[in-house]
């Protein structure tokens, strides 16, 4: 690397696509700059950094799609007999794998619909994505979607979904995911022999279906491309969140944004067709009357499906392009990505119905996207080849791809009538199974008997992502009805042609393959494709005749369109990181609860005195609570000078019980009057306190999603209050009071609730405005702990005596029973529990690491029943934690995977430390400095920073231009 830094030579720097500046225009480029990277437009300063830029990932990415426009582009323009034979191609590749018929897929609906029924009311199934867009693959699954008005009655009906389909006995292998986003139930129906996928109600996702539909009904090229293209990514495998790709609709959108830039273009842009028509549909975001749309717009494009195909690829093919442009449908003129803050997305996908929600920003990682690209520019280049070179095109990329894979492990073979076929582990133990039938005198079988045996078993799997085209030949042979495999493979290769490649081997799935993979797949493309890009009633047609025609053959085959060069790595749909799959998730596992020996009596004292004495010592007395109650009086006289009829509460910390001595004081503000905005009254509470005497570093914060007031209230010089003052944030003020009563029913919770929450600040894990949980979050698992107790406790207040009465505050319901003096009238099981502080405390962390299901469950107080995840919309989130009174609301939002493992390890050395016994040179009143020693609880792993945080406070909520610590707005 010495030796070659020593000299820069011109080849060097033209492979690179480096330019020298010269001397005299240095100061006219870039002052001191001493070379150009054209390919990253980047300017380098001197030879060691121009070595260092050479060797990044990017800049090596960016001169291999540099070098491939440039060998694209001295391709020569393809001749009228190429177009003819890409159009030919092209054509029987849409005959072959189009949904010419939704009547199969309207029959399983309909199935479906009538072995659930009767459905709760205001809910439905309907069909979308592939289903429903036009753009359908016939060997893709039926896609439904339950249609319901609230969110809680279609997580009901998914539920229900299985023990009902199973019961009618029209399906089978009907199969439950809630682990994932996006939750759904699969199967079979047996009389249409369609695989099916059920989701949950996506408007969006329907709306896209029927846009697209109507665009494909303008222009059959447009349906073509889409179909065609749609078939590209299925082949390549470049579908499905799931396996960290774009949606399947996605495809489809850039054919329609393709179309609609072409000169002349093929589409209109129905969001801006006619807008100024007096005739235009009312109440429409875009005409959806075909007869109305035709009117208006006449295609004067009469390019053919080829030109359009090459096209369309070129486009997409050039340098940046995708990292650059926003792809939308809405307008002719894209909008810039930082208008719509697609900055950091690999691509940039706009939906035309939520314009800031980029629908292509699902690109699981670098290795994901670089593939993608590699793949437009190889199908490009073999679509570009001229027809003499076919056959060398071929050869090369068989070249490659041994090259590629000639490092993985062989498989074992054996030799049948002259052919080597690769033996599976179903074929090796069917073979034992034989040779012990043989051993006990009856006859033996063939292999070729057992290979034909494997060939027709494969005949049935539902899945045809992972089939190899010799998989296909050994399902062509047992289809025909061949008794020689020899004779097979011949008239197979005669069948296929040319562009099938050899056939010279045959591989059949084993069993531990076919249980690998699922009976079906998503809207989001997890469903399997054929490779040879033929099919029929679902299924690869493997006997489809020969092409008639003379013109040279292109086909849509997996080897020639994919880019082979870039590994892709293993990826999970349930943490959506990389380097796994789903049935080895390690947040799918319980983390290991540490071993330690059991306390002895004594010990266990020392520790229900360290809880205590940490109450005793840093809770707030009442002193302190009186002192609160003066400074907001003195408040409330300044901010009713100004605005009479206002009120001041606090909440929080300050007043539900679980406070410290110097806590923030959190106060929310009520009036009578409806009409304020809450931004102008938070900056004018903020020029009134300015003016007054004791009140310092008075700043505004109008961008959060509730505008505060922060101020420290001076009461001696060096003694302040921090205090933030709200507007109108009245179910805080509720959800205080319910402390407040929990913490009365027993003393114990106040002690464990002080103690969590001193934990969570000693771990650094309990600030939520740095991407962890609040301390109020903590009171949750705490309380919610509390009721889970054999017996519980604290019962649920929510569901005790629950009557009709309710308590409507911002529409929800704030009903709970406060009667403490009838508790151990109506609770039978009050004040039964006799545990101490330390066993509860240990018994804290047993709960959240080994009982509490963290992957499909919520920790919430209002319910004694399990609420999944998936009840309320979050399934695929890490750690919900649902607020008992605004039950839409999950406060571990902002908590990721790495900070959830961080919690939980925090929680595993909790556990540890305080299940030890405490070292014999520990003097009482060093109890709790050695409890809470920071190096014995802390996670190892370095705490994962937020991609939301302002680099200036380390916050939440706003970046560093907006960062109300500057003093501004």
Not at 21 to 39: H, L, S
Not at 164 to 189: I, K, M, P, W, Y
Not at 691 to 718: D, E, L, M, W
Not at 875 to 884: E, W
Request: include cysteine; hydrophobic fraction near 35%; charged fraction near 20%.
């Amino acid at each position: 690397r010495t030796g070659e830094r020593k000299e820069l030579t011109a080849e060097i720097r033209t492979q690179n696509y480096i330019l020298r500046i010269p001397q005299d225009m240095e100061m006219a480029v870039m002052a001191g700059a001493k070379f150009y990277c054209t390919a990253c437009n980047y300017h380098l300063f001197d030879k060691d950094k121009l070595w260092n830029h050479m060797g990044t990932s990017q800049h090596m990415e960016f001169v291999k799609c540099f070098s491939r426009s440039k060998s694209i582009s001295a391709l020569p323009t393809p001749d009228a007999v190429q177009l003819a034979a890409i159009e030919d191609g092209l054509v029987r590749c849409y005959s072959g794998v189009a949904l010419t018929s939704t009547s199969s897929h309207e029959q399983v609906l309909a199935a479906v619909t009538d072995a659930t029924s009767p459905l709760p009311e205001g809910c439905s199934f309907r069909l979308h994505s592939s289903s429903g867009d036009g753009c359908g693959l016939n060997y893709l699954p039926v896609y439904i979607a339950i249609h319901c008005t609230e969110t809680m009655k279609g997580a009901t009906v998914l539920k229900m979904l299985q023990p009902a389909l199973e019961e009618s006995g029209q399906f089978q292998n009907v199969t439950c995911d809630f682990l994932t986003r996006d939750c759904s139930v699969t199967g079979l129906h047996l009389e249409t022999d369609l695989t099916f996928e059920i989701n949950l109600n996506d408007n969006t996702k329907w709306e896209i279906s029927e846009l697209i539909n109507t665009y494909c009904q303008l222009d059959q090229r447009a349906h073509q491309l889409a179909t065609i293209f749609c078939h590209w990514a299925k082949l390549c495998h470049f579908v499905g969140v799931v396996d960290g790709n774009l949606l399947l609709h996605c495809y489809p959108l850039m054919v329609i944004h393709y179309l609609q830039g072409c000169t002349p273009p093929v589409l209109p842009v129905l969001h801006e067709l006619g807008q100024e028509a007096p005739d235009k549909p009312a109440d429409e975001e875009y005409p959806r009357d075909l007869e109305w749309i035709k009117s208006c717009w006449t295609c004067e494009n009469t390019m053919s499906l080829s030109d359009l195909w090459l096209g369309m690829l070129r486009v997409y093919c050039v340098p940046n392009f995708l990292q650059e442009t926003v792809i939308t449908v809405r307008s002719k003129k894209p909008p810039t990505r930082e208008e719509r803050k697609f900055v950091l997305r690999r691509m940039a996908i706009e939906n035309p119905f939520v314009t800031s929600r980029n629908i292509g920003g699902k690109m699981a990682s670098q290795h994901t996207f670089s593939a993608f690209v590699g793949s437009l520019f190889k199908t490009l280049e073999y679509f570009a080849t001229p027809p003499a070179d076919l056959q060398k095109f071929s050869d090369k990329e068989k070249e490659l791809e041994a090259s590629v894979t000639g490092t993985r492990k062989k498989k074992k073979t054996a030799i049948v009538d002259g052919v080597e076929v690769v033996k599976t582990k179903r074929m090796s133990r069917i073979e034992g199974q034989v040779e012990k039938q043989a051993s006990q005198g009856l006859p033996r079988k063939p292999l070729e008997t057992v290979a034909l045996a494997e060939a027709s078993w494969l005949m049935w799997a539902r899945d045809y992502s992972t089939c190899q085209d010799a998989e296909y030949n050994a399902v062509r042979i047992a289809q025909a009805g061949v008794d020689d495999i020899t004779d097979g493979l011949t008239k197979l290769s005669a069948v296929d042609g040319s562009a099938d490649g050899d056939c010279s081997e045959t591989s059949v799935r084993t069993d531990d393959e076919a249980a690998s993979t699922h009976p079906s797949g998503d809207a989001d493309g997890s469903a399997a494709s054929s490779e040879d890009g033929v099919t029929v009633n679902g299924r690869p047609s493997l006997l489809a005749p020969a092409p008639t025609s003379t013109l040279p053959v292109y086909s849509m085959a997996k080897h020639l369109l994919q880019d082979s060069t870039v590994v892709i790595p293993l990826f999970c749909s349930a943490c959506r990181t990389e380097g796994h799959l789903k049935h080895s998730c390690p947040y799918l596992k319980k983390m290991k609860l540490p071993h330690v020996q059991p306390l002895f009596r004594e010990q266990m004292e020392v520790l229900d005195m360290t809880i205590k004495s940490l109450t005793q010592t840093h809770a707030s007395k009442e002193a302190d609570f009186n002192e609160r109650r003066q400074i907001l009086q003195q408040i409330l006289a300044i901010v009713r000078q100004h605005y009479p009829d206002a009120d001041l509460t606090l909440f929080g910390s300050s007043d539900n019980g679980f406070g410290f001595l110097g806590s923030d004081m959190d106060v929310c503000m009520t009036t009578k009057r409806k009409d304020l905005d809450p931004g102008q009254v938070v900056r004018r509470l903020r020029n009134m306190f300015r003016q007054q005497r004791g009140f310092s570093q008075v700043i505004a914060v109008t961008n959060s999603k509730v505008p505060i007031v922060k101020f420290h209230y001076n009461t001696h010089p060096r003694r302040f209050y921090e205090v933030d003052i709200s507007l109108e944030n009245t179910l805080a003020i509720h959800n205080t009071c319910l402390l407040r009563t929990y913490v009365a029913i027993d003393p114990r919770v106040k002690y464990l609730g002080c103690f969590v929450k001193y934990f969570a600040k000693t771990c650094d894990i309990g600030d939520a405005a740095r991407g962890s949980l609040s301390s109020y979050a903590y009171i949750l698992m705490m309380l919610h702990y509390l009721q889970q107790t054999s017996p519980p406790i604290i019962p649920n207040l929510q569901q005790l005596c629950r009557t009709s009465e309710t308590n409507k505050i911002e529409d929800w319901d704030c009903w709970y029973f406060d009667d403490l003096e009838k508790l151990a009238t109506v609770w039978p099981q009050h004040k039964t529990n006799k545990q101490s502080l330390a066993e509860l405390w240990l018994g804290f962390f047993q709960y959240y690491l080994q009982r509490f299901d963290f992957v499909c469950n919520t920790v919430q107080i209002h319910s004694l029943e399990p609420v999944t995840k998936s009840k309320r919309g979050w399934a695929g989130k890490f750690l919900c934690i649902q607020d008992p009174f605004r039950l839409n609301y999950n406060l571990g939002s902002t908590v990721g995977k790495r900070k959830e493992e961080s919690i939980l390890e925090c929680f595993a050395n909790g556990y540890h430390h305080f299940g030890s016994p405490v070292l014999h040179n520990v003097v009482r009143n060093q109890l709790l400095p050695y409890y809470f020693n920071p190096h014995k609880l802390k996670s190892a792993k370095p705490q994962p920073r937020h991609q939301d945080v302002c680099q200036k406070c380390g916050k939440m909520g706003h970046n560093k231009v907006d960062c109300p610590s500057k003093g501004e707005d």
